[in-house]
């Protein structure tokens, strides 16, 4: 009986800690993923924008390279809003002409950079892609926003890890008293009540049987 | 009047590109325009320093007569170029002759070749099909197909009746209106043409022009399409201000005609270039035979907006056309 | 017994439902304060863009209200972003010059203004502002946010419970709960006033019952002996022995259910890896002359399956001589070594090989524990053993791919493996702590494979095109299809964890359907129409892949699969046994069907490589439809030979035995 209470228990709150621990992980996991797709959107926007724009230049007959004007946009863009991260623009080939981070210029862009980037292309008039627009977010900005939220819901997941603890716990014993209550005890060698009452009753019958024959071997 | 883009933009033409140094030898390429550079040139050399790809460049212009260009072939021999570059119709038929003639002695035929602004490259008898040259050249053409000019103009103000005035002599300019008459069931409007009168040697007079024009507007078309007709463009003077009086708005296929068509659909000349420049570096740089590059034209065209027109017709154009549009401003 | 384990279970769901919905409602909570912000920036980018090229307009010489086009403009903006509720162009004096609302969406429609937040950017003329763009958000972000957790939170509390099921009953099953199981199953059965109960173990407590049972037991032998010769008398007592069920005394019958959390546990760990393996393989592939990627991707997963179902005729052998319990111990341990060897290969060949590895230990298990059964149970007790057994694979393909599917989504594929070779640790753990540890039975041997009977068999149109028509076409559908195909297809556009919820729609439907099936069949001797029927079904049901959006075609697609193979698999099986004991009639029970587990497992091995092949001449559209054609041909064919045999079996009402 102890033996069984404890091994429910063992087996349980294991189970229970890894349920409300995975439940946890997927409550955050799913805030974190709207997060970074409404960010994700917006980092798009602004991303097609700028491409836009230097489409537009690029058939005026301002070669990527020379779109000096691209820069001061980038700078613009980063600064009206922190979150933003790096904005750049890249060649054909990958190198970076302008970015909001002057120490990417001149480097390769590497795929996705950060956590959460958005590109778009810009294209020529005959359908070759010049190069790209890429707005990466900062993954520090992002991990600061949402480590309170780690934080609350990580909490809340221990606080639920231990009272569900407490309530099995408090259940499998309840269970035990109960059992302990309805079984007889083999101490004292007495039978439980209902298993007593059935063999009563074969009793009787046995005994209505035993007097019925006593009476005619008597007659 | 002033070419503007965004503010952001502002500057065009102040572009400074440095050279990188490269080992490799520059590829010698001979170009022969017919009267001198242009936004193409400069679009093509572009291309290659963007990419990093050494070339020489060698230009002759023949001066707006082609008779000067065998003696530039001449130098084109003794130059031995990678690649032979043409501009225009004319300057292209002397370099690499028609396709049905081609004369070894008076043409270039062992040099690759590509050729831009030719604005017909199969009626002109430049290549056999827009496919294949079937010879050692490729190129690019310039004009903007009728179905994209139809909805630009479809795209700033819708339309039902079209009217067109042309010169009946111009084979160029019958072959366009054929080419639209084609799109009125499709479309769904109906084409309104007028000529422009001859006189007695059948040569087009601009005499009438504006009565031509008043009855294109009586019969309520809604927009005046300005085909690119060497008479209508040289004359355009005596039309177009015929039919800002009467409201009507202009369209126009050539950049020449942007300052009196209220839009214009047009290939970028620079993107042109850029274009050209692409099958050149296909055949000098991935060796890819001329005959297997198709001749082509421009995916995405220029629209030009002409706002003081705009305001003057009172027709301003639809928000959304800004964000892909240039607009001419006065200034 | 029985109140008390579903007490537990409902304490447990209690606890999780709570504890879930506690950590939900935190997070629902918290998150306002993340996304309002994130929501009003995106929108306020929108607004830029828009303000921006009215400003351009405006720089024109456009007055705001004269915008032509502009409600095309904002339109254009809302079909872009699906959450705006409203854009507007509003001139200085803050009329309203253009305008693009949502208006198909009841739920804005219903919501006041109040819950919409605004977001204005002025439009810059010479002078200052000559008009603003604002753009309006619903607030209601939490419900976005519950929408995603709802999904999950079911699909985990579902999985935790049914795991939660299975650990109870195992637990009720373990030696420590034998008192426990005595005393209330002499309870119950007192309580209907049986005393039919096996004896118990060497409880003192259950001792002191039996013994008082013993005692009623002798009194009635005594008195029967007294009462020979008197009619009345021995009538009376027989009416007593019947009423109270003394005479009977049941052999103390093996507890299966120890097998059962061993397996789960061992099948939810090889099920985890369903939802991402075909990716994972994918990203190790490079290109291998002569063969497409499509079959490189589908190699790995036919090499396990040949090796699950090769090996299964020599394993029955040589788990049965180590013993069952432990060869099953033993397999479990292979198969966790093979999880994380594969969590750390760098190349395809070395992930293949690991999976070689797991291959060999998950046949062993499989084989084992299948042994286990048919080892202690009599011919009639046979099929409700393996009963116990195949359910809990079924939950096993419930439980494995929504979980696996998440924990590679967010944890990684590599996490992800080993945290299937954890639960494999944990399934030897609760072997070894459940199963003896020396056998102690020994049997006849069981009829093994002989493959010279194979020809005998499929001499038989009937039943060649039973095992060929029907068999081995429902795995390569299953393998193929849901397990290949499906989840190469659909990551490239949905994350695991969806690919998970949609595989797992296969045990769900399959755990459903064969309970009901197996006993409808049995009593109605339906089982030609219901595997032609299931078949036919199965087929059909790659139809769902055209008709209806992703993922919800592959849902619907999995879960009709499952449906009908649940209505075909047990009636498929029975009518093998009919069929096969007139064809060969003296090939035993045992080996008959070792024959068409081999026969039906080809189909396992067949499937990727088929399917792959299709893909890489055609599409993986055709591919489907290729498949799922095959499988309603084959159900056809069958159908039309076993009309033609005129068969007994295939028509009456047949009484056969089901394994």
Redesign the interface.
Known sequence: ?R??TL??FV??IP??A???F??????????R???ME??G??LG??AR?IA??AQ???????????????D??LLREGE??A?LGTLSVA???GRILFSSDPALVGTRATAPAGPLERVAPI??????T?GRVIVAADAEALDG??S??VD??L???W???V??AV??AA??GL?WWR?GQ?????KT?T??P??D???H???A??D???R??AA?GAG | MR?T??A??????????ARPALAQTPFKIFQITYRGET?VE??FR?YF???DIPVTIIHRSAELDPANVPAILEEVRAEAPDLVYTWGTPVTLGTFGRADSVDPDKHITDRPGVFTMVSAPTRSGVVPSRASSTRNITGTSHVVPPEPQLRAMEAYRPFKKLGVLYTSTEPNARAIVEAVRAFQAPMGFELIERTFRLDGDGKPIIDGAADLVDEIADEGAGWLYYLPDTFLSSNIGSVAPQATARGLPGFSATERLQGDALISLV??????G??TA?KAEQILVQGVAPASIPI?T?????LIINMPLAKQLSLYPPLGML??A?VLTAG | MRR?DA??VT??T???L???G???W??VE??E???VP??E??A???A??VA?LATEAVGYGIPVPRFVGAEAVLRAALDE?TELAFATILAADGTVTAEARREDDIGFARRGEADIATVTRAIDGADGAVGAVAVGIPRA?EA??LR??AI??SV??L??IL??LE??A???A?P??A??RG?TT??SA??A?R?DVPPGAS???LA??DR??DA?RA??AA?RE??AG?G??QK??ET?DA??H?SERPAGAVNLAVVRAPVFLFFFAEEMTRPFLPTSIASLAGPVPGLSPEVVIALPIALFMAIVALSQPFLNGVTERAGRGRALRIGALVAALGYGWASSAGSLIDFTLARCVTAFGFATVFIAAQGFVVDRTAAGGRARGIGLFVSAIMAAMLCGPP?GG?IA???GEATAFQVSAVMALVAALCAFVALPRTEGVTRTARGTVRFGDLPKLLARPAMALLLIGTAVPAKVLLIGLCMYLLPLELAKSFEPAVIGRVLMLYGLAMLVTVPLVSRLSDKQGLRVPFVVGGGVAAGASVLHLVLWPEPWGAALMVLQIGVAQGLSTTPQSALVGDLGRQAVPDLSEGALYGIFRLVERLGTVVGPLLVGFVWTMTSAMHAAFVTGGLVIFGALAFFVAAMASGDGALRLKSAGRTP
């Open positions: 009986m033996a069984l091994t429910l087996t349980l189970l229970i890894a349920a409300l995975l439940g946890a992980a997927l409550n955050y996991a799913s805030v993923a709207t997060y409404l960010t959107e917006r926007t602004v924008r836009a724009d537009t230049a690029l058939s005026l007959g301002l070669p990527l390279r020379g779109q000096e004007a691209l001061r946009a009206a809003d979150r060649d054909g080939t294209q020529s008039a005959f359908g070759t010049e926003v949402l309170d939220l609350t819901i909490g809340a997941a606080v639920a890890v009272l569900g309530a099995v259940g499998l269970a059992l309805a079984l007889a005890t083999p060698a039978l439980p209902a298993f009452d059935a063999l009753k074969v009793d019958a046995l209505a049987v035993e019925d024959l005619r | 070419l883009r965004r952001t933009l502002a500057g065009l033409g102040a572009v400074a590109l936004d400069r679009g572009a320093e963007q990419r290939s970028r000349y620079f993107s042109l850029q274009l692409y082509e421009l995916q995405r065209f220029a964000s892909y240039d | 008390i007490a537990i304490l447990v209690l606890v999780l709570v504890g879930l506690a950590v939900a935190k997070t918290r998150a304060g993340v996304l994130a929501l920036k995106k306020d980018a929108v830029l863009s921006s972003d972000v976005r946010v995603d957790l999950d939170i985990l509390l999985v935790a795991v939660a650990l109870t195992f637990a009720f373990l420590s709960a008192r426990l005393i002499r309870l007192a309580r006033g005393f409880d003192p407590a002191a019952m008082a049972v009623r009194r009635l008195l007294r009462a008197d009345g008398a009376a007592l007593i009423r109270h003394l979980i998440i989504d967010r944890l």
